[in-house]
């Protein structure tokens, strides 16, 4: 009899012990590419502040503090035991990727995450904003432009350029293009390309935006035609883009972290990689009023940074 | 090394105190904080509306991002304006906090916008929203107020299976639902209208699951009633929509101007 309850226990404490086990969140290793770069460094802060609200241990490597980062890594995963690797940045994910062994693995702000090799078991949360998401946001505060125009090398961008194609369509954006090979066909192409369009839209193109000379001959060309320019970043504000709109770093930390949680409920399907759900806005002013836009007033409260002439 | 570092911290100390000295002196001020919104955008605003308002009577504006700071301000004096939320406002006056709305913000004539949960078509009723993501713009605390009271009573005990994912702006959120990285969104009516002019397919692919009580714009209030001093403030703020650049700083709170409450 004795021998009998103590078998009963020993099983009720065997089932606690193991739904106790499956209850626990597991552990995360977050590998940075750089946190000196602040943009790593804001998604890092987002992602950990969920992740560790939710009960989540967390393990970090910042790849720029270790001068045999792949040697760390390898302990670390070692000794850590993480169910889930999240990387920021490009550098981290080429490293991280060799060493999941059958752990799920999650990026983010990895540049232009289709050019990389992905392997089984990998989702991402994606640097870029959905070509659908800016063509919208365009739509949204330049409602009147209804011609764009882009240069890209087929080489890089012919699939992203159709799909802008595609989504331009939908809301009755036509897209003019212009593929070329090299930079030096960029002045040309321009001089083609300028007169048939209402703005410009400078995409992530290696061929395109492969030199400082480039970037110049785009701008310099705009404003001799008076065309405005539409940027996917704010680097090109100061130049003289018109707007700039990009993926917000904070959203990207926090939707990486919602990420995981989902993930750990079955809710996401295997090789998910999700566009980032918030983006960020900086208008020129002294662009807009020069060549007399007609921008949404509605969508002022939309805009994180407005640029004014003053230097 | 240990003597430089002692001469950077007795500077620092120094330039620290000059500043704020100088900027207890300075005002009356317009403090904003409006846990509705999520954007960034305060270096801009602040730009903007202290050109306006050192050429209208020499006052300032100082918005805050964190909702503890920005009520500590209001411990102070008398003579400035806070624009805030009517949600916050009601928070604080639970507190004994004698905030007293002097004017609501407008938007296209209305002084009052419902909030939406908007989700895809096959999302057929809100307990489908477990173990989901809902996408919204604002303080989480502000997200989860209004899921709270769209869902109701019936349904109140999904709140703690649902994760709140913090967009910077309504327009975001929304997106977010149709391009999957939400099932559903809490949005302002107004933002809808907005996606249904921008992207119509998107749009036609969304429905409502539930509204919240309507509520205003944007409120500026004073501690108590407001005496003379504030009522100049306030008189500034009223007829900022007169003025191109008045007009736009307002655009850039979500409203385009203001109307004394009845």
């Not at chain 1, 993480?82 to 540049?111: E, M, Q, V, W």
């Not at chain 1, 703005?199 to 310099?220: A, C, G, M, R, Y």
């Not at chain 2, 300075?26 to 050109?51: H, M, Q």
Request: glycine residues 6%.
């Amino acid at each position: 009899m004795k021998i009998r309850n103590f078998c009963k226990v020993l099983i009720l404490l065997t089932v606690f012990w193991i739904s106790a086990g499956f209850a626990q969140p597991s552990k995360i290793l977050i590998v940075n590419s750089d946190n000196s770069v602040y943009r790593y460094q804001t998604i890092a802060t987002e992602f950990k502040k969920i992740i560790q609200q939710n009960a989540y241990q967390v393990a970090e490597l910042n790849l720029n503090s270790h001068a045999d980062a792949e040697t760390e890594l390898k302990q670390l995963i070692q000794q850590e035991n993480p169910g889930l690797i999240y990387t920021i940045g490009t550098k981290a994910y080429l490293l991280a990727r060799d060493y999941t062994h059958n752990r799920k693995l999650l990026f983010s702000a990895a540049i232009n995450w289709r050019r990389l090799d992905i392997a089984e078991g990998t989702y991402g949360v994606a640097n870029e904003l959905a070509s659908a998401q800016e063509i919208s946001l365009l739509r949204y505060f330049l409602p009147s432009i209804k011609t764009i125009g882009l240069l890209y090398s087929d080489k890089f961008s012919r699939e992203y350029v159709e799909s802008i194609k595609k989504d331009a369509l939908s809301v009755g954006i036509n897209v003019v293009t212009k593929a070329i090979n090299e930079d030096k066909e960029i002045g040309d192409a321009l001089n083609g390309l300028l007169p048939k369009i209402e703005l410009f839209w400078i995409i992530s193109d290696p061929v395109v935006l492969s030199n400082k000379e480039s970037v110049k001959t785009i701008f310099q060309s705009a404003q001799q035609q008076k065309k405005p320019v539409y940027a996917y970043s704010d680097v090109y504000i100061e130049q003289g883009a018109v707007l700039a709109v990009s993926a917000d770093s904070d959203t990207i930390g926090r939707q990486s972290a919602s990420f995981v949680l989902m993930m750990d409920k079955d809710k996401v399907s295997e090789g998910t990689v999700q566009s980032p759900a918030g983006s960020t806005i900086t208008l020129n002013k002294c662009v807009l009023d020069a060549l007399r836009l007609n921008f949404n007033k509605d969508a002022l409260d939309s805009i994180n940074k407005v640029v004014g002439c003053e230097k | 090394m240990k003597r430089i570092l002692s001469v950077l911290f007795i500077f620092s100390v120094f330039v620290t105190g000059a500043y704020r000295s100088a900027y207890a002196d300075e005002g009356p001020f317009i403090y904003f904080y409006n846990p509705e919104t999520n954007i960034n955008n305060f270096a801009s605003l602040k730009r903007g509306f202290d050109v306006y308002l050192v050429d209208h009577g020499g006052y300032l504006f100082q918005p805050f991002d964190i909702k503890e700071t920005f009520e500590s301000a209001i411990q102070g004096k008398k003579g400035d304006v806070y624009l805030l939320s009517n949600w916050h406002l009601k928070a604080l006056q639970q507190k004994n906090i004698p905030l007293k709305i002097a004017l609501v913000g407008t938007s296209k004539g209305n002084t009052m916008q419902r909030k939406v949960l908007s989700a895809k078509k096959d999302i057929t009723d809100v307990s489908m929203l477990k173990n989901t993501v809902v996408a919204g713009a604002g303080s989480e605390e502000y997200i989860q107020s209004v899921l709270k009271q769209i869902l109701g009573k019936d349904q109140e005990a999904l709140l703690k299976d649902i994760k709140i994912l913090i967009v910077p702006k309504d327009i975001d959120a929304i997106m977010a639902v149709g391009f999957g990285m939400a099932t559903a969104a809490i949005s302002a009516e107004s933002s809808l209208e907005k996606l249904a002019m921008i992207n119509p397919n998107q749009h036609r692919e969304l429905h409502s699951l539930g509204v919240s009580e309507k509520d205003y714009f944007l409120i500026a209030a004073t501690l108590k009633k407001p005496d003379q001093k504030e009522e100049q403030l306030l008189e500034v703020l009223r007829k900022m929509p007169d003025a191109d650049a008045g007009e736009e700083n307002l655009r850039m709170l979500g409203i385009d101007g203001w109307r004394a409450l009845q």
